[in-house]
């Protein structure tokens, strides 16, 4: 049987934290599909199609890896209606933890069939957000060694700032 896991997260915008989880997670499964949402209430910078595009570039090297944007749906739900058994996060600290917890707890009871896999970030990667790269960007500063290039250089034309300030 295939094993296909879906990578649900916000990736606004995708980091190399991110980069490194889903290489990860494609040595560990047949197919991996990266869903992106777009929370409002997180102020998104890229919309959803801007998102796939970019992730789906920085993501080519990886032929098992397929990008899409998350309807407005339960995670687990869109997960069932892929066929997918196993759901991947990125555990940075023992806040994603307590958080990362709850909602695995509550997606096991709404879809016992989808399995929660957490992956520990890489130590490297372990203080890297998307709010901290936003928030960098946002200054003009580089941000090429904590996205991919494709990445680095959308956010410098979304702040209007040059790509090597
Ligand atoms: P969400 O809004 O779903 O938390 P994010 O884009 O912030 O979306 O994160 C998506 C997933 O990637 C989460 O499981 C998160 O823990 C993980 N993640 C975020 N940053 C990193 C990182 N630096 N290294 C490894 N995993 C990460």
């Known amino acids: 049987m295939t094993r296909k896991a879906i990578f649900p997260g916000s990736f606004d915008p995708f980091t190399n934290g991110h980069l490194d989880t889903v290489t990860r997670a494609a040595s560990l499964f047949d197919d991996v599909i990266i869903a992106c949402m777009t929370n409002i209430k997180k102020h998104p910078l890229f919309s959803a199609d801007e998102k796939q595009a970019l992730i789906q570039a920085a993501v080519a090297d990886l032929p098992n890896v397929k990008v899409v944007a998350l309807p407005h749906q339960l995670t687990v739900a869109f997960a069932q209606s892929l066929g997918a058994q196993y759901m991947v996060r990125g555990l940075r600290s023992p806040q994603d933890f307590a958080y990362e917890a709850d909602v695995a707890t509550i997606n096991s009871q709404l879809a016992p069939q989808v399995e ?20 960098v960007a946002s200054f003009g500063a580089d941000v090429s060694k904590l996205v991919p290039a494709n990445i680095a250089q959308a956010l410098s034309e979304k702040f209007g700032g040059d790509h090597h300030a």
């Open 116 to 135: 929660t896999v957490f992956l520990l970030a890489d130590p490297k990667y372990r203080n890297l957000s998307s709010s901290m790269v936003k928030e």
